[in-house]
């Protein structure tokens, strides 16, 4: 006991049961608080109000526990009785009943959970000291000519492996180093292999694989000493270890992680089929090129051959034949054209002068005389009309205002018959006033009464 506890018994302090139980409580939670703890699930069961109610259990005791929303919600797995977990909580007491209890903050499934978190331990740690960084991968050889397997001899994997480059690749030699791949012996035996295998140097490349497991099957490929005997190595190290979900240590430090084993394979060895085709395609391609280069070359010869036969005495001289024959044919053309051209101005020349002679001459001005004739008579013509149709119009413009039309329409013309004067208004005919209405048609003597 510590020197700092109050002894109960000796202050001889009468406690009640909830007092007791309360103080038990905080002896307890003040001395252990938070610790982990692994057992079995037993008697576990989840009311309707969310919390989870259950008994840890190992060979021989067991505690109970208890684990309230809003944490019992956050789990990522169903609990259920008889599974192996692993807990973090507070130790307790439960006053209501004064039992020993747990009161649950975390809780996850022992061994993958525990292996986990060790897991990303490691990762976390080899990051942080670069062994993950791109600047240490190495490149491949494209075709490597020996390489060596590090794997189980008894199992799939090799088999697959060896099955993928017998198929793509069969001049590639194949090395297998067989090691344990899962327990406590086999990560000292993959260091081994690989230490070995790296200083021999006698191979292009290193393909460490296993087939697919539990995370504790493939727990010897997140070792620590594996993964820096891998960055330690010489060789390009290729891992292909379980499946296409399953990520290793051992895959974050190789310089190439492959899916599978028979993927690694596929990836390392290249195919022969696909080779084939390819030199084929060269072969094609090449005898093609060596074709056209002959046929550039066959060219080349007739051109040369032609400018030779072109630079031979006889060559020349039926050259220069052609050529005086050519210019024979275009000499006697041009006079042939020169004495067209003179004749078709002679004609031009005559043609000119008689148009020049005294007697054209005469014969064209009178008919420009006739012509000129004919035109003075017809503007007379056209004059004359002009005015005689002017004049017609004057003359209806002039009947038009003329006092005798409008006498023809019934109306008199009044003079007065002593002075002559035309009388517009009744004032100007007093009675008596002799006038004259002067009528279309003759005249009329009238008195004013």
Request: with cysteine.
């Amino acid at each position: 006991m510590s020197e700092d506890r109050i002894d109960y018994a000796s202050t001889r302090e009468v406690l009640t049961p909830s007092q007791l139980t309360r103080r038990a409580r905080d002896l307890l939670e003040d001395e252990f608080g938070l610790i982990w703890l692994a057992g079995e699930i037993s008697n576990f069961s989840r009311p309707s109000s969310g919390h989870l109610y259950f008994s840890l259990k190992d060979g021989s005791a067991q505690v109970r526990c208890a684990m309230f929303k809003p944490k019992s919600t956050w789990l990522r797995f169903r609990p259920a009785d008889g599974m192996q977990v692993l807990a973090r909580a507070r130790v307790s007491l439960y006053e209501a009943r004064g039992e020993f209890q747990l009161i649950v903050e975390h809780l996850e499934e022992a061994g993958e959970g525990a292996l986990q978190r060790e897991f990303e331990r490691l990762k976390a740690l080899l990051d942080a000291e670069g062994l993950f960084a791109a600047a240490h991968k190495r490149a491949l050889p494209r075709h490597p000519r020996r390489i060596a397997v590090v794997t189980s001899a008894s199992g799939a994997a090799v088999r697959d492996v060896l099955s993928v480059l017998t198929r793509r690749w069969p001049l590639l030699a194949v090395d297998v180093v067989p090691v344990p791949v899962q327990g406590r012996e086999a990560p000292p035996a993959i260091v081994t292999a690989l230490r070995r295998l790296s200083a021999a140097a006698a191979h292009d490349l290193i393909l460490l694989t296993r087939g697919g497991g539990s995370i504790e099957d493939l727990w010897a490929f997140n070792d620590e000493g594996v993964a820096r005997a891998i960055h330690a190595s010489s060789l390009p190290v290729v891992s292909a270890i379980g499946h296409e979900v399953d990520f290793t240590i051992a895959d974050f430090v190789a310089d190439l992680r492959a899916p599978t084993p028979s993927a690694a394979a596929e990836l390392l060895a290249p195919d022969a089929a696909a080779l084939a085709r390819a030199l084929q395609q060269r072969q094609q391609r090449l005898h093609l090129l060596w074709q056209r280069r002959l046929q550039r070359g066959q060219q080349q010869l007739d051109r040369l051959h032609a400018q030779l036969q072109a630079r031979s005495p006889a060559q020349r001289l039926a050259l220069g034949r052609s050529r005086l024959q050519a210019q024979s044919l275009r000499l006697r053309h041009a006079l042939a054209q020169s004495r067209q051209r003179s004749r078709e101005r002679l004609h031009l020349l005559h043609m000119r002068l008689l148009r020049r002679h005294p007697r054209e001459r005469l014969q064209q001005l009178r008919s420009g005389l006739e012509r000129q004739q004919h035109q003075l008579q017809q503007c007379l013509r056209s004059g004359v009309d002009a005015r005689r149709a002017h004049l017609a119009a004057l003359g209806r413009a002039l009947h038009a205002v003329s006092p005798l039309a409008v006498l023809a329409r019934g109306y008199a013309l009044l003079q007065r018959e002593d002075d002559g004067r035309v009388v517009r208004a009744a004032t100007d005919a007093a009675p008596g006033t002799r006038l004259r209405a002067r009528l279309a048609e003759g005249e009329l003597k009238l008195r004013v009464d």
